[in-house]
């Protein structure tokens, strides 16, 4: 049995015990239920997925995958191909947007180079799991062969098992590749059966009719290749990139060793749409960060009934929206681990008559 296989058929759910007396000590605690929303929703998920109703979040990090893709040469990017290297040795020293928001919210950042182009030196910052110098253009035909497509996730899940054997508790997705937009719209577009003009939006900021081209591009690449949108293996080979492989591997790879997966924008979210479908469980270990400025993120995330904790218009991809979102994560675990309970606190809870100056009481 391959890697892929094995990884697949060792996802468990969440353990719904653990999520069932999570639960009830959010209604014990020094509120009244529900008061603190989303956060007692993510507290519950975040107890069931580790098993305690101590959730540790403490070691943290944002995997950032980077590839190049061969549909760059149809200009379906106002920026050039050579931006995805310079990224990447931009990561490298600390001066981009991840870099800058995992140093706030705690997180190591781990560069993995699936397919940069041209090829990286060597430096102890970046992993190199390279599946070839840059897809196919998946305009003309395939964008890999069935066997990378799967090496690409099998990368993935061995990188995040190094991270876990390090000491992980959790995981955010990141991604880097000039063209990837137009990868993740085609991958949404065979998986969902959406329109390809209700799944693809300006990427790194194009104007109305370069944004109708991107639209023929990617209509052509579907029909040239008529990805399989029942096995998402084929969808992945035939129209997505490498770093989407192996982000999809990372949500995989985490869930079988139940670690809480950040998932980022619209690239990752490509990426945890094909995990999901490979494996349905793994949704459970999701946490959807942010909802994209891009419009086909929107698209997947319903698809995926996942609600997305933050709208800040992002759409820098790199893991950004996920090193924010860590810090609700964060919040979540300490107010079930953190909070007193009314019986610990001494104080009324609703059932109980509420008399002059007990603190809380008009609530």
Do not use: W
Not at 134 to 147: K, Q, V
């Amino acid at each position: 049995m391959s890697k892929l296989l094995e990884t697949i058929a060792a996802v468990v759910p969440p353990d719904a015990d653990a999520m069932r007396f999570a639960r009830a000590r959010q209604s014990q605690l020094t509120k009244p239920t529900g008061s603190l929303g989303r956060l007692e929703d993510l507290s519950v998920q975040l107890a069931g997925i580790s098993r305690s109703l101590r959730p540790r979040v403490e070691e943290r990090a944002i995997v950032v995958m980077a590839a190049d893709h061969g549909v760059a040469k149809e200009g379906v990017s106002a920026y050039p191909q050579e931006v995805t290297a310079q990224m990447v040795l931009n990561f490298v020293r600390g001066g981009a947007a991840i870099n800058v928001l995992a140093r706030q919210a705690r997180a190591r950042v781990v560069i993995v180079d699936m397919g940069v182009v041209p090829e990286l030196e060597p430096h102890p910052m970046i992993l190199s799991r390279r599946q070839g110098a840059g897809t196919e253009n998946l305009a003309a035909g395939p964008a890999m062969s069935r066997e990378v497509a799967r090496s690409c996730i099998e990368v993935g899940i061995e990188v995040v098992e190094g991270e876990i054997a390090k000491g992980l508790d959790l995981v955010g997705t990141g991604d880097m590749g000039i063209g990837n937009t137009t990868a993740s719209s085609a991958v949404v577009a065979a998986l969902t059966s959406a329109r390809v003009r209700d799944v693809t939006g300006r990427g790194t900021g194009l104007d109305d009719h370069q944004l109708a081209h991107k639209v023929a591009v990617i209509e052509r690449a579907l029909e040239v290749n008529q990805p399989d949108p029942r096995d998402p293996l084929d969808v992945l080979a035939k129209v997505g990139g490498f770093e989407i492989g192996g982000l999809a591997g990372v949500i995989l790879g985490a869930a079988v060793h139940r670690v809480p997966i950040v998932i980022d924008g619209f690239i990752s979210g490509a990426a945890a749409l094909i995990a999901t479908r490979l494996c349905p469980i793994a949704r459970d270990y999701l946490i959807a960060a942010h909802s994209s400025v891009e419009i086909g993120h929107r698209v997947l995330l319903d698809r995926m009934e996942l609600v997305p904790l933050l709208n800040l218009n992002l759409r820098l991809g790199e893991g950004t929206g996920a090193a924010l979102a860590m810090h609700l994560v964060e919040a979540a675990a300490r107010i079930l681990s953190e909070m007193s309970t009314f019986a610990e606190a001494g104080v009324l809870d609703r059932e109980q008559p509420a008399s002059e100056g007990v603190p809380g009481g008009n609530r």
